[in-house]
């Protein structure tokens, strides 16, 4: 299956600052990377589908001016989320979409909003 | 958001033992995945199911796609303790062009030696 990074692993950061958390195709043309979050003890939730070169699509409840993604090229999509609050603590896992419609996923990136 | 029912929520067993785990939805699906998540981690592809009644093993670990479409299970044949973890099943609906996945709340297995 295809490789995928994550940076950083984890960060920590104050209330109001925001964070850029970038996830890497090491060996796959990515054209679509999707975007989790996880809550401790509870499953996986779909923030947004990244399409490269494209907008992303936000999924309902999601707040589009506070989770920026950026997918500029076939190896690289960032998600930046501003104006981090305590909430907004939470584990962030990126995958992208195999050929024939299976994900593969980060390592994910730990957010602690102090 | 939506989920899968995934089932059972927990599993005790003792090493050597064998699991079973099903997942079930209201809706049809034309795409099954199985992923383990160790603590920390991002989720590992264990098993992809394309087509219904579709069975795939991976060394000890068996999954198949429900006849109708609407259903997988995943058993692991003779458990060990690296088995720990917690397991999830990923379905996509027949009527997403989009690749994507809708989870199951997950299921814990934890393995005493």
């Known amino acids: 299956g295809a490789v995928v990074s994550q940076h950083p692993s984890w960060v920590i950061c104050k209330s109001g600052t925001s964070v850029k958390i970038e996830c890497r195709s090491l060996?796959?043309?990515?054209?679509?990377m999707f975007w989790y979050r996880q809550f401790p003890k509870q499953s996986l939730m779909l923030m947004a589908t990244?399409?490269?070169?494209?907008?992303?699509?936000?999924e309902q409840g999601v707040e589009k001016d506070k989770f920026l993604i950026n997918h500029a090229s076939l190896t690289l999509s960032t998600l930046t989320v501003t104006s981090a609050h305590p909430e907004d603590s939470s584990f962030y896992i990126c995958?992208?979409?195999?050929?024939?419609?299976?994900?593969?996923f980060g390592p994910g990136t730990r957010l602690t909003v102090t | 958001g939506q989920q899968l029912n995934q089932s059972p929520q927990s599993m005790f067993i003792q090493e050597g033992e064998d699991v079973s785990m099903n997942c079930t939805s209201s809706?049809?699906?034309?795409?099954w995945l199985w992923y383990k998540q160790d603590p920390g981690e991002g989720p590992v592809l264990l098993i992809a199911?394309?087509?219904?009644?579709e069975l795939t093993s991976n060394g000890r670990l068996t999954a198949q796609f429900g006849i109708t479409r609407k259903d997988s299970f995943l058993n692991i044949s003779a458990s060990i303790p690296s088995d720990v973890g917690i397991y999830f099943c990923?379905?996509?609906?027949?009527?997403?062009?989009?690749?994507?996945?809708?989870f199951g709340q997950g299921t814990t297995l934890q393995v005493k030696p």
């Open positions: 809706s049809i699906f034309n795409t």
């Open positions: 990244s399409n490269e070169g494209s907008k992303a699509t936000y």
């Open positions: 995958s992208l979409a195999g050929g024939t419609y299976e994900q593969y």
């Open positions: 060996d796959f043309q990515a054209t679509t």
């Open positions: 199911l394309y087509k219904a009644g």
């Open positions: 990923a379905g996509r609906y027949v009527s997403s062009n989009t690749g994507k996945l809708i």
